[in-house]
């Protein structure tokens, strides 16, 4: 099958930077996309950006301007590259990725969560 191994997160001062990444192995023929949710106490999991394997970007609102995805298809790895963190964005942190696999046909796979806290 498919594994998604990520790493990065931690505890971090409000303003803080951190970075994340997520890398996929296993039975994959081709990556359609990759990316990153959180999920705070009592929410629901939440977009924070997604990368297409064409290379188009998404992101929440919320992490406009602070955040940035990246991927680098060679090594089926994305990345999140988190800036001017607010205890606001203090969240488990998940990368997905929609693969194609060799296998089992197109499945959508997740990593282990990443927490990240954000406090003073």
């Known amino acids: 099958q498919v594994q998604l191994v990520g790493s990065g997160g931690g505890l971090v001062q409000p303003g803080g930077s951190l970075r994340l990444s997520c890398a996929a192995s296993?039975?994959?023929?081709?990556?359609?996309?990759m990316g990153w949710y959180r999920q705070s106490p009592g929410k629901q999991r939440e977009l924070v950006a997604l990368?297409?394997?064409?290379?188009?970007?998404i992101y929440a609102d919320s992490v406009k301007g602070r955040f940035t995805a990246s991927s680098d298809s060679a090594k089926n790895t994305v990345y999140l590259e988190m800036n001017s963190l607010k205890p606001e964005d203090t969240a488990v942190y998940y990368c997905s990725a929609d693969v194609q696999t060799t296998i089992v046909g197109r499945r959508y796979y997740w990593g282990q969560g990443l927490q990240v806290t954000v406090s003073s």
């Open positions: 990368v297409t394997s064409g290379s188009t970007t």
């Open positions: 296993g039975s994959i023929a081709s990556i359609y996309g």
